[in-house]
């Protein structure tokens, strides 16, 4: 049983609580000051023994060492903040999904620093409008930083639960685990940072 194995290193309950949630994926998120989010596909994967043990306690254990750096303690105020947004959120992506299937619409993004920087000349010469114009620049701008910034948090993050976990003897199980997504660069990334390769030793004849 992970969780067994957690309370053992005082990593569960109940220092830690631990909900099961249904979201597709085996994998455990840390919540608010305390809570620990396991997916109900972790729970079953580890009955039916597609998830060993100890690769199911060390996933959990890399979300413990994300919930004890205390950068999510604020997770629950910042939803409560957001629901209202929730659903603009949700209808912004749908338009967005379908637009992107529309030739013409899909270059004009990929080249948006050109439209954007036509449109902000536009305004700021033609029109007379600079703080409009300064707006339209910071927006574009955003849209090039935020993704790049995001990627990067997000990793960040990993790396916090994955030397947490490894810190507490779970680095191997953790290792095999990612060993199971070849083809992802975060995985390949946590991967090196927890079984980096060993270097060759060169034969001097």
């Known amino acids: 049983d992970p969780i067994t194995r ?11 609580e ?12 840390a919540f608010g000051r305390r809570t620990l989010l396991v997916t109900s596909d972790l729970i079953n994967d580890c009955r039916r023994g597609q998830l060993g043990t ?3 306690a060390a996933l959990m254990a890399a979300g413990v060492g994300f919930l004890r750096s205390g950068l999510d303690r604020w997770d629950g105020l910042i939803i409560a903040l957001t629901v209202p947004w929730l659903p603009v959120r949700g209808l912004a992506h ?22 954007i920087g036509i449109a902000v000349w536009q305004l700021a010469v033609d029109n007379g409008l600079p703080v409009l114009a300064v707006f339209l ?6 849209s090039y930083v935020a993704p ?31 060993r199971r997504f070849p083809t992802d660069d975060l995985a390949v990334e946590r991967l090196h940072r927890l079984a980096p390769p060993v270097p060759r030793l060169s034969v001097v004849r």
């Open 54 to 56: 100890d690769e199911a």
């Open 6 to 16: 957690l309370c053992a290193q005082q990593l569960g309950p109940p220092a830690i």
């Open 94 to 115: 749908g338009v967005a999904n379908v637009l992107r299937r529309v030739p013409l619409v899909g270059f004009a993004w990929r080249v948006r620093a050109v439209v």
């Open 137 to 142: 620049g910071a927006v574009g701008a955003l």
């Open 18 to 29: 631990i909900m099961v949630v249904n979201r597709p994926g085996s994998g455990a998120v």
């Open 148 to 178: 790049v910034a995001a990627r990067k948090l997000s990793r960040s993050l990993f790396f916090i639960g994955d030397q947490f976990a490894a810190d507490a003897g779970h680095g191997p199980a953790l290792a095999r685990f990612l």
